[in-house]
């Protein structure tokens, strides 16, 4: 189970069991963030370019600005992502 952060403040339970999922959840191609040793932070690594909002809730998770939808995500489950 993964959490997803979306970029008009609201926060969703989503499973994400594929690559191809994870990149639909951050509308693009992904870029990982590893927060700590057992999570990760996936976000849309194109975000800037393509002018995505500005994710609010992404500095209290990562120390840093992020824009666009980003995912919390277990360490177990990303690595098991095909």
Known sequence: MAILFKT???????????????????EGYIEVIKISNLHY????????????????????????????NILLILYDEFDGLE
């Open 41 to 68: 932070v996936i976000c849309n690594e194109d975000g800037l370019s393509k002018q995505l909002p500005k994710n609010n809730l992404s500095l209290a998770l990562t120390g840093r600005e992020l824009v666009g």
């Open 8 to 26: 008009d403040g609201t926060v969703e339970k989503r499973i994400v069991k594929s690559l191809k999922d994870a990149q639909e959840l951050v």
